[in-house]
Nanobody, 121 residues
Framework: QVQLVESGGGWAQAGGSLRLSCAAS????????MGWFRQAPGKEREFVAF????????YYSDSVKGRFTISRDNAKNTVYLQMNSLKPEDTAVYYC??????????????WGQGTQVTVSS
């Protein structure tokens, strides 16, 4: 079992930055790939980024590539999402998840409660 708690969401102006954190409890954290997903009002949840168990492999959606960076610290049981050059279309609830290396939400078995990110133009 892995329990996940996101933090770091909030409000930013377009072009600004935010850093999300996801703290995990449970001894198996380092054995899971970690993903970030987001869901905007009226839209389906979409993949943002994943990182493998070691942190050596990452993958991003086209919409955030070059602007967002996913990283993890297994000693701290935490995964991060550094978001730069934010756009209003990045506004969403952001979720972290633990599971397999995948872009589909069904491959992730554990989810956080989400943190709101709002970007104003």
């Amino acid at each position: 079992q892995v329990q996940l708690v996101e933090s770091g969401g909030g409000w930013a102006q377009a072009g600004g930055s935010l850093r999300l954190s996801c703290a995990a409890s449970g001894r198996a954290f380092s054995s899971y790939a970690m993903g970030w997903f987001r869901q905007a009002p009226g839209k389906e949840r979409e993949f943002v980024a994943f990182i493998n168990w070691s942190g050596r492999s990452t993958y991003y959606s086209d919409s955030v590539k070059g602007r967002f960076t996913i990283s993890r610290d297994n000693a701290k049981n935490t995964v991060y999402l550094q978001m730069n050059s934010l756009k209003p279309e990045d506004t969403a609830v952001y979720y972290c998840a633990a599971g397999a290396v995948a872009t589909t939400s069904s491959e992730y078995g554990f989810w956080g409660q989400g943190t709101q990110v709002t970007v104003s133009s």
